[in-house]
């Protein structure tokens, strides 16, 4: 059976990961991506960290996690004001730059 080996790295003091078909992951932590934890989270696309990032608020949601819960407030609030577009544009841009 196949199984993937990866190496770690660093750029510009991120931590991005490399599969053995040279296939670059890169790294996000769940506060960066407007979470309230470390909690990091790997993938080649933006796409596959916020699949993971949704995820794992579902997880604390359902663990009714008071800092998440706070930052899930905080997210509502750019919704609501119509920011929300642009806050994740941001967040792209600083996962494309990894």
Do not use: I
Request: net charge negative.
């Amino acid at each position: 059976m196949w199984a993937k080996t990866w190496a770690c790295g660093q750029k510009r003091g991120h931590t991005f990961l490399l599969d053995n078909e040279g296939v670059s992951m890169k790294s996000m932590t769940c506060n960066q991506l407007g979470g309230a934890c470390e909690e990091v989270f790997s993938g080649e696309t933006f796409d596959d960290l916020a699949s993971q990032s949704q995820q794992h608020g579902k997880e604390m949601y359902g663990a009714n996690d008071g800092p998440h819960m706070a930052a899930m407030g905080a997210m509502m609030e750019l919704m609501k004001s119509g920011e929300m577009d642009s806050w994740m544009a941001a967040r792209k841009a600083e996962f494309e730059a990894l």
